[in-house]
Nanobody, 119 residues
């Protein structure tokens, strides 16, 4: 059974920083991309940042210059460093991992961690 355990969410004032972590465990196979998505109340879930196995990254325009995604392959862990946070960053942040298990592409989601940015 695969588990994605997120941590690091919380309440922060505008301009502050948070660091999210997501550790994958279980029979997760060969991990390809690891990413973070977020969903604000009443809105769809959107990509924030993604990092592939080779280290290439992509960011949503709203995250560029403020957020940094990184990963520790030895720990099957992905991080999201969020700086200069804004109230509009308030959302539930979800970890997502894509992997290959016995030749089959799999996609896993964490349960989410709430980030609240106060003005």
């Amino acid at each position: 059974q695969v588990q994605l355990v997120e941590s690091g969410g919380g309440l922060v004032q505008a301009g502050g920083s948070l660091r999210l972590s997501c550790a994958a465990s279980g029979s997760i196979g060969s991990i390809n991309a690891m990413g973070w998505y977020r969903q604000a109340p009443g809105k769809q879930r959107d990509l924030v940042a993604i990092i592939r196995s080779g280290g290439t990254t992509n960011y949503a325009d709203s995250a560029k210059g403020r957020f940094t995604i990184s990963r520790d392959n030895a720990k099957n862990t992905v991080y999201l460093q969020m700086n200069s946070l804004k109230p509009e960053d308030t959302a539930v942040y979800y970890c997502n991992v894509g992997s290959v298990v016995a030749g089959t592409r799999m996609n896993y989601w964490g349960k989410g961690t709430l980030v609240t940015v106060s003005s």
